[in-house]
């Protein structure tokens, strides 16, 4: 039985931009180090996940054990006016922010994690496995398999695990076996730990762990950005949007999010973007400069060549970002969808540096109370920005505001004892 007072507002289905896109996507092709990458997505990669990365339909329909797992982890999630913000800039338009950080995990990244995992369920799976970074994803999977009764293995990327005990902690909670990569479970880890004992690792060795543990194991792997499927899937917080903005009779002038692969952005701005009389605007990092410094060409996915490559903008997956907080947008490469429209004008870019987005974080806590994530504050930094110039005076703007940053307050200097 569904809860019947929400589930009304929930959107019962996906939309998938391809169909609509102004010129088809380049599709994937086998990678530089693996030529049969594209087969190896057949074996690793849910069947029915495999299928929507594929299909040219423009709408999906959502499992109903899936809209059920959406209404137990919070969604819909609110939109709220930040009025404070608006005092706080002396803008007289108005700003709006949707927010991710209200759910279960305290981020978007759940959104395409249950359903990865329902199919994964669905098909006879019974563990799954992937990797993480600071650790947002990886608790998204671990939630995602105990929802569906699925085991989950995440591999951590070592100084992560070592800084961040307590996402390790939630992960652990929700009944993850989370291991520090590279690890000894694994033969490409072993390899890399009898040369290094302390090797620090990377996002690159952990995908390949990840990888490597589905294939020898016969459990299937979850993606966690840059894929169609994935951009589908976070549809759901656009379509919530749209339905949210109209009820409150609404007609947004500008939409503003971050990028690092471009999921949370893309699922935020999609379902709108046949309307062009609004303005989309996509953040990414000074530091990770892949809007005004990438190409745009065939490159991998991942560090190591092991999945399929894409044709994107990127700075090149051999590229080494900064250490930022932000670890999320610390990925080289932009879906290829949102690449495209980010070439043909339809989607403009704004970079912003660390220390901006730390002061838009702090802002943003101080005037509206919700503390965002440090991904997330490029796109209120942007918003900011955007609501200073006198061109834009009386504008109704839309924030999604991607996850909370509870557990990355370490960005404001580490507490002393
Ligand atoms: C809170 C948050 N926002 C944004 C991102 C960037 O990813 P994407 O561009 O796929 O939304 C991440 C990725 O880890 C994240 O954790």
């Given at each position: 039985m569904l809860n019947a007072d929400k589930l009304e507002i929930l959107p019962k289905k996906w939309y998938n931009i391809i169909p609509d896109l102004p010129v088809p996507i380049s599709p994937p092709r086998d990678g530089k180090t693996d030529s049969s990458a594209i087969e190896l997505l057949n074996r690793i990669i849910p069947k029915e996940v495999l299928r929507q990365e594929f299909t040219s339909s423009r709408f999906e329909s959502i499992p109903d054990e899936v809209l059920e797992q959406y209404l137990q982890i919070g969604r819909p999630t609110p939109i709220i006016r930040a009025k404070n913000l608006e005092r706080h800039l002396k803008f007289d338009g108005r700003i709006f922010f949707k927010f991710e950080g209200a759910t279960a995990t305290g981020s978007h990244k759940i959104n395409t994690a249950i359903p990865q995992a329902f199919y994964a369920a669905n098909e006879g799976i019974k563990e799954i496995t992937t990797e993480t970074g600071a650790g947002q994803w990886g608790t998204a999977t671990a939630l995602a398999a105990s929802l569906n009764g699925l085991r989950s293995n995440v591999f951590m990327v070592r100084v992560s695990h070592n800084q961040k005990p307590l996402r390790r902690t939630i992960m652990n909670l929700y009944g993850a076996n989370v291991f520090?990569?590279?690890?000894?479970?694994t033969e490409y880890g072993r390899q890399i730990l009898e040369k290094d004992r302390n090797h620090p690792g990377s996002l690159g060795i952990a995908i390949s762990e990840a990888v490597q543990y589905a294939l020898d194991n016969d459990y299937r792997y979850l993606l966690g950005s840059v894929m169609n499927s994935v951009i589908t899937h976070q549809s759901i917080i656009g379509q919530e949007t749209k339905a949210q903005l109209e009820d409150m009779e609404i007609h947004p002038d500008v939409l503003i999010g971050c990028v690092g692969g471009g999921s949370n952005f893309c699922g935020f701005t999609y379902p709108l973007i046949g309307d062009k009389s609004i303005e989309m605007i996509a953040s990414a990092a000074t530091e990770v400069p892949k809007f005004s410094k990438g190409e745009f060409r065939y490159d991998n996915i991942d560090t190591a060549g092991i999945l399929p490559q894409l044709k994107m903008l990127t700075l090149g997956s051999d590229y080494v970002p900064e250490g930022i907080y932000s670890g999320g947008l610390r990925y080289h490469g932009v879906a290829p969808s949102l690449s495209l429209l980010i070439k043909n004008g339809r989607i403009k870019t704004s970079e912003v540096t660390e220390d901006d987005s730390r002061e838009a974080m702090r802002v943003f806590s101080k005037t509206q109370g919700f503390i965002p994530a440090p991904e997330s504050s490029h796109a209120i930094a942007t918003a900011m920005e955007y609501a200073s110039?006198?061109?834009?005076?009386g504008k109704d703007i839309v924030i999604n505001v991607s996850g909370h940053g509870l557990m990355d307050l370490s960005i404001f200097g580490d507490v002393k004892a």
């Open positions: 520090s990569s590279p690890s000894s479970k110039n006198p061109s834009n005076k």
